[in-house]
Structure formats: structure tokens, C-alpha cells
């Protein structure tokens, strides 16, 4: 029998019979790789592990630990949901079941609506299918064998998305696993017996393909585990994520609100929320002008040709909303600011002397969501973005770069968040600007993260069709991840809009365009921030940052003296002027989280102190007003973030 030659990920190579499975070299390696493995990776392509290989490859071997382990388990566990679901609805019919960042989701079409009573049993049945370890079996079929299949089983869904796919020469994959197949690209489990643990978290309604005037349809949710505490942990999680709601405490403590019969999607941002969000606009542009940024402000609408020649009316026109007739011509309101900077910057000719330029604003923007995906601050039609866009030469290219990764670590830390990761994306299939443009701009990004020591993933052709990006994604409290701040190239509108300096040359020269956004959005940033401090604030961000809660309105007069020092100071301070028991009154602004709470009696009358208690520890003891003062200005000018 002819040997082929396994590349292993450190490098090592082995030789084993054509047509060996990854499975198999697993256990050449050791029992427990073999044991824990889910997926294999061949040549770059996520593979089953049981699918042979015939001529001399890579191979990595993946277990839950990874990324990769995870889709496919999660991949999987929701082939075995659908399979629950038609072996109690046989009626079923199918969408769309993918991995999901934690979890699982399918969308499916059943006579019956289904209750969260209902999760039980289906989570039941699906165990008693996991348990008899029946294998996920490939099969390839010609795009007339797939349609004749699921016309046989009367699936629309599947026949839309078989029709949609690319030529009628096409191989389709399906999979099956006992009495149930679905269409699925792969790759999945060795069997059904890998899942282990389960819990189905909710049913909702969903729509066809995600649009709203398509077929309405029924999600379940999901997550699955190898191990009983991966799930308790995991269960405990979301626990705590519900308490962090940034919806329910957005509510709870008066910071904004979302008005449905005025519109969906639309922020109303209430006084305290506003507070807020004040203080991190002035920080960001102070911060700003500190880094070498000037402000800007540009209109809300422009005529369509600026629409036109960025291209966004040819490729996002389904994002952005009708246009409006004025003075006979269309206008569009903005989904996006660049056109806007682009025109400030021909205004005039700039000299190579004058770059690079760093422009920045906080400009509102509007797109059309699907009212479907909105979902509070972190899914709106309309937000405020902390745009930028830096022009320079190409020489000038990496060093910027390098001080936009530090601006943002800078930034991050300061609203307390430590765990980012940077992501590389590179040229997509589909992409504007020649090649050897796209390969120095892609060098001057590795050098600018090499250079300041972060590691970074490589997403192989995941940048914008207008150039390559960084992507930075920040873990919150609860260790989930968040994509927010983003640094891309844009090869394509400094030629669509003919951008020119003059060079040390006397020549006209075409700039380099970065969009750069920090935060992403105010209202997305805002609902992250909320929900990684649980609604409470660091005293440098808190809307309130201290109440003055007298014992009994005998002592009002000496709390109002209090509140006037503080107030000197710039403090954000609340009076509590109510007729309640101190009990309540302490209870109350501890459930606002409020930093801190000055308690006043005659004690402190008398000896002219504060008692001072602090959210969540309770009481400090007494204290000098001046002391105090002193020690909260501390921590708002070192922005102490706990």
C-alpha cells in the first residue's frame, strides 16, 4: 500500500497508508487526543475526522479546547436538535441550523408554537438520540439528486437554499445520522455520542433568511458541553448576564429608553444616561486633540452623487434609507461620515508638509436594520460614531498605524477593559486596488502590531473590499467578547473622489485614506459598558456620583452645606430630600448604584463628618468632608475603574 507524508502542527512528519483518517492519527499520537478530538483541519480546510486522506497533507487535530472544536460540537448539537424536533414534529420543516459564538440556533416551520415548556422535551429526546452514538455519514450528491431529495421530503427551506447555490454542476454535501439528513457543507462529530450535555435556553420567533416580510418561522437555543461543570459554569454565566441586562438596567436606572411607536431602533437617551454619555464625549475629545486630532462636524444629508461615487448606493443601498427630493435633486441622510471628510479635504490642495491629517467626529449616522436584529444599544438605526479618518502618505503609513494601536489601548484601559485581541484581515475575493497596494498596506499593519508586541489572528481574506484591516475585540466581566474598535484601508475612495496632494516632488500624489473608529458607536459602546460594569459605574463615570442621604429632615440643613462643598468640587452629588426611614432610603440608591452615600445625623453634625458607605461594601466610617472630597477626586482624576 502506497504511504503519504503527515505534516503534524509542529512540524514533524509522519508517513501512514493512503487514505488514513485523522482519527487514526490521532491515536498514533496518544489515546486521549484520540478520545477528545471532534475535527480535524486538512490542508487549511476543516475536515470530519473519519474522512480519508489520500495524498501527502497537513493535518491539525482539534478538541473542545479550540475555536474550532467548539463550532463543530455546537454545529452538531444542532443537526441533533433538529432531529429531536422532527422525530416529535415530523411535520417539520427546516432552515437554517449554524454554531453560533455560544451555542447553537435552528430555525425551523412546525404547525404547533412552541413554549419554553416545550425545551424540556426536546432537550430529552435529543439526549436519547445522543445516546445511541450513531455516526454523522458525508454524502455528495449532484444538485438534481439534492432536489429530488428534499422535494421527496417537501422541504422548501432547503430547496431555496440548494437553488441558490452556484451552477447546476455544483456538488452538494449532505449528512445524515440515523433516520435523519439534513444539507450541511461540514464538517461534523464522529457521532452523536461526542454530545454530551445540553441545555435548549430559548424559543422565539424568527423570520425566513432574517427578512421581516419573509416567512415567519420558530429558533430555538441552545448550548452543549463534553462536561457537566462546562455547562453549570456556563449556565451560571448567563445567569448573571440576565441581571446585567443592558436593556433592563438602562430602565432601571433611568439612562434611556427606546420609544416603539415613535420608531424602533431609535436611542432616547434620559438625563443620567446623557450625563454619561457627556463624560465620555468630553474625555474622548480631549483625548483626541491630546493625540494630534482635529474635530469636525459635517451634515446629516448630502445629494445623491456623494452617495454614487463612494459606491455605498451600489453596495449598501439595502442599509440605507429613501432618498428625499430637494430642490429637485435626491439626498440621502448618511449611513456613513467619510464622504463628508473627503469633501472638508478638498476644500483646498494640501502639501506633503501638511501630512499627515487626522480628522475626527462624532457623527450621527443612519442605517436600516431589520427590525428583527435590533436589539437595545447594541443593534439600533440610528448612533453616533467615533469616526476618524487619517490622510497620509504612504511613508507615513506604518508610524501612524502604530499610534492608532496605541491611542485605542490607551482608550480601552482607561473605561477599564484589559483582554483585547487584535485581528488581521487581508484581501477578499472581491476587493478593489492593485495588488502590490493591498501587500504593503497588509506589511505596514503586521509591522504595526509586531513591533508593539501584540499577537494577532489572521482572518484570510476577511478585509473590506476597499482594504485590509485590524480589528481589536475586547473581553467584558463575563469574559464575553466584543467586537468594537476597527482600523482599514481604503484604497477605494481617495480614487473614486480623485484625492491629490502635491509631493516633495511638485507632483500630484494619491494619499492613503485609514478609517479608524475607537468605540465603534456611543449607543453600542454604552450597552457594552453598561453591562461589563452591571449598571455600576466607576465613580469617574457614574451619572451620580454621590448622595447625601440625611437621617431625618432635622439634619437637611447641614446635608445641603455638604452637598454645596461637594458641588464646588464639580462633584455630581443628589440631595435625598424624601420623607422615608433611612433604611429604605439607604436600600434605594444602593439598588441605583450610586458610588457613594453620605449619611448625616447628628453625630455628624455635631462632629462635623460624613458617614460614608460605598456600593456594594457598605459602610466606611466617618469622615471629614474635606478628606472625602479629597479622596473621590482621586479616583475620578486617576480614573480608578472599580
Not at 134 to 151: I, P
Not at 169 to 174: D, E, L, Q, R
Not at 249 to 261: D, T, Y
Not at 543 to 570: G, R, T, W
Request: charged share 30%; hydrophobic share 35%.
Amino acid at each position: 500500500m502506497e504511504n503519504i507524508k503527515i505534516t503534524l502542527p509542529d512540524g514533524s512528519v509522519k508517513e501512514f497508508e493512503k487514505g488514513v483518517t485523522a482519527y487514526q492519527i490521532a491515536e498514533s499520537i496518544s489515546g486521549r487526543l484520540a478520545k477528545e478530538a471532534l475535527v480535524s483541519k486538512v490542508n487549511e480546510k476543516n475536515t470530519d475526522l473519519n474522512s480519508p486522506i489520500f495524498q501527502d497533507a497537513s493535518v491539525q487535530i482539534f478538541t473542545f479546547d479550540s475555536e474550532e472544536g467548539k463550532e463543530t460540537y455546537w454545529h452538531s448539537s444542532s443537526h441533533l436538535m433538529a432531529h429531536a424536533i422532527q422525530s416529535l414534529y415530523p411535520e417539520a420543516k427546516f432552515g437554517v441550523g449554524p454554531a453560533i459564538e455560544n451555542g447553537f440556533y435552528y430555525d425551523f416551520e412546525i404547525g404547533t408554537k412552541l413554549t419554553e415548556d416545550d425545551l424540556a422535551k426536546i432537550e430529552k429526546r435529543m439526549m436519547e438520540l445522543a445516546e445511541k452514538d450513531q455516526s454523522f455519514v458525508r454524502k455528495e450528491l449532484s444538485k438534481a439528486d439534492a432536489n429530488k431529495f428534499f422535494t421527496e421530503k417537501a422541504d422548501e427551506y432547503k430547496l431555496e437554499l440548494i437553488e441558490g447555490l452556484d451552477g447546476e454542476n455544483t456538488i452538494i454535501s449532505i449528512y445524515g445520522e440515523g433516520d435523519f439528513t439534513d444539507l450541511c457543507t461540514g464538517p461534523h462529530l464522529p457521532s452523536t455520542g461526542k454530545i454530551k450535555f445540553v441545555k435548549l435556553l430559548s424559543v422565539s420567533g424568527s423570520y425566513w433568511r432574517g427578512d421581516e416580510h419573509g416567512k415567519r418561522m420558530q429558533r430555538i437555543y441552545g448550548i452543549s458541553f463534553p462536561k457537566k461543570k462546562m455547562l453549570d459554569d456556563h449556565v451560571e454565566l448567563l445567569e448573571e448576564a440576565k441581571k446585567r441586562d443592558h436593556r433592563k438596567l438602562g430602565k432601571a436606572l433611568e439612562l434611556f429608553s427606546v420609544q416603539e411607536e415613535a420608531g424602533p431602533g431609535l436611542i432616547y437617551w434620559h438625563p443620567k444616561g446623557a450625563r454619561v454619555r457627556h463624560i465620555i464625549e468630553s474625555f474622548w475629545k480631549e483625548a483626541h486633540y491630546e493625540n494630534g486630532y482635529e474635530m469636525l462636524y459635517s451634515p446629516h444629508v448630502g445629494k445623491s452623487w456623494l452617495w454614487e461615487t463612494s459606491g455605498h448606493l451600489e453596495n449598501y443601498k439595502e442599509n440605507m434609507y429613501a432618498p428625499m427630493t430637494i430642490d429637485e435633486q435626491e439626498y440621502y441622510i448618511k449611513p456613513m461620515n467619510c464622504p463628508f471628510h473627503i469633501m472638508t479635504y478638498k476644500s483646498k490642495m494640501y502639501s506633503y508638509r501638511d501630512l499627515p491629517l487626522r480628522w475626527a467626529e462624532l457623527g450621527t449616522v443612519y442605517r436600516y436594520e431589520k427590525s428583527g436584529v435590533l436589539h437595545g444599544l447594541l443593534r439600533v438605526r440610528g448612533f453616533t460614531q467615533d469616526d476618524a479618518h487619517i490622510f497620509c502618505s504612504q511613508e507615513q503609513v506604518e508610524a501612524e498605524i502604530i499610534e492608532v494601536i496605541r491611542f485605542s489601548m490607551y482608550m480601552w484601559k482607561s473605561f477599564g477593559f484589559e483582554n483585547i485581541k487584535f485581528y488581521l484581515s487581508t484581501k477578499p475575493e472581491k476587493a478593489v486596488g492593485e495588488d502590490e497596494l493591498w501587500n504593503k498596506a497588509i506589511v505596514s499593519l503586521k509591522n504595526a502590531l509586531e513591533k508593539e508586541g501584540y499577537d494577532y489572528e489572521l482572518d484570510e481574506g476577511g478585509g473590506a473590499f476597499y482594504g485590509p484591516k485590524i480589528d481589536l475585540k475586547v473581553r467584558d466581566a463575563l469574559n464575553r467578547e466584543w467586537q468594537m474598535t476597527t482600523i482599514q484601508f481604503d484604497f477605494n475612495l481617495p480614487e473614486r473622489f480623485d484625492m491629490k496632494y502635491v509631493g516633495e516632488d511638485g507632483k500630484d500624489h494619491r494619499p492613503f485614506m485609514v478609517h479608524r473608529a475607537l468605540l465603534g458607536s456611543l449607543e453600542r459602546f454604552m450597552g457594552v459598558l453598561i453591562e461589563h460594569y452591571g449598571g455600576a459605574f466607576p465613580v469617574w463615570l457614574a451619572p451620580v456620583q454621590v448622595a447625601i442621604v440625611p437621617v431625618s429632615n432635622h439634619f437637611m440643613d447641614y446635608a445641603e452645606k455638604v452637598k454645596n462643598e461637594l458641588k464646588k468640587h464639580k462633584i455630581r452629588v443628589e440631595l435625598d430630600l424624601r420623607n422615608e426611614k433611612i433604611g429604605y432610603k439607604i436600600r434605594d440608591w444602593e439598588t441605583q448604584k450610586v458610588p457613594f452615600m453620605l449619611i448625616v445625623g447628628e453625630k455628624e453634625v455635631e462632629a462635623n463628618t460624613v458617614s460614608v458607605r460605598k456600593h456594594k461594601e457598605g459602610d466606611l466610617g466617618a469622615k471629614s468632608v474635606t478628606d472625602f472630597t479629597n479622596e473621590i477626586l482621586e479616583l475620578i482624576k486617576n480614573k480608578v475603574n472599580n
